[in-house]
């Protein structure tokens, strides 16, 4: 097993983004599937590792990454010790910074021998989920795309009327992390840039367009992200696959940081069920 991290590409926001590649080498071309992290999430948080570890032992070449504005640094990339770039950050840098790794992932040399570069799948948690959603329809080089524990809508979560006025006013609103405690600043070019790219952003748009197999996967004691987004999610694409996963919060029973070497049955479970659709 080889799972190399941290490898360092050029973002086309002047910040860096982390990459990690994790994969059986065999000499066999292997399909590659490409995760988004979440909405105040890293690509090391809690259990990611080891559901990288299992995706590869399955015979996936895996590969994930921290967006370039998430809050991490090079030096330092768990948790957000850059406040400014997380208040900086946007679902248009999102889409760039991933538009890099598949780049990336489709003409690097590298990969040629263990990747089979014409076989790429988006998986994205939570916001991820979103963010693929929107790359995997307007991409012709994605084969398939999962959405675990994904929303359905980006402009819901911004604030409207009055609490919209102060944001536009103060020019931050600012989120406490429940973990780390940190007061998390948004500055108003979040809500700007979306209102700028409503169309593209829309996620129901891009899901009800999507040509490609694309599998929903939820649990049903989601407190964070609804159910009924992913059942929403299905209603716009018919010919999805939608499972809810009996038991399952948010992020699949597992927390940060985690200690254990193994996933929760929950996660496994979503695991397996995205091995089984991309086996099919």
């Not at 700007?192 to 049903?220: C, M, Q, Y």
Request: hydrophobic share 35%.
């Amino acid at each position: 097993m080889k799972f190399e991290r941290n490898i360092i590409l050029e973002g086309k926001h002047n910040k860096p983004i982390l990459v990690d590649v994790c994969y059986r080498s065999n000499n066999s071309f292997k399909p590659i599937v490409i995760f988004c992290h979440g909405y105040k999430g890293f690509k090391d948080w809690g259990a990611w590792n080891i559901m990288a570890e299992t995706f590869a032992k399955a015979g996936f070449y895996f590969i994930k990454f921290n967006f370039s504005y998430n809050g991490g640094t090079v030096e330092q990339p768990i948790d957000f010790p850059d406040l400014i770039a997380f208040g900086n950050n946007n679902y248009t840098k999102e889409l760039d910074d991933l538009e890099t790794v598949i780049n990336w992932a489709s003409k690097n040399p590298t990969l040629t021998t263990d990747a089979n570069t014409d076989n790429i799948t988006l998986l994205g948690h939570s916001r991820g989920g979103g963010i693929v959603s929107i790359k995997a329809e307007e991409d012709s080089r994605i084969n398939n795309i999962i959405s675990l524990a994904g929303v359905s809508d980006f402009k819901a979560r911004f604030p409207s009327g009055q609490h919209l006025k102060q944001w536009k006013q103060e020019g931050v609103m600012f989120v406490e992390n429940g973990r780390t405690k940190q007061q998390m600043p948004h500055y108003f070019q979040y809500f700007e840039d979306f209102e700028s790219n409503e169309k593209r952003l829309t996620i129901k748009r891009a899901v009800s367009n999507l040509k490609i197999p694309h599998l929903i996967i939820h649990g049903n004691d989601d407190s964070s992200v609804s159910v009924e987004e992913a059942k929403a999610l299905h209603k716009w694409n018919p010919k999805s696959i939608l499972k809810i996963i009996k038991g399952a919060n948010h992020v699949f029973g597992t927390s940060h940081p985690w200690r254990k070497d193994t996933l929760t049955e929950e996660l496994l479970s979503a695991v397996n069920i995205c091995v089984a659709f991309l086996k099919k």
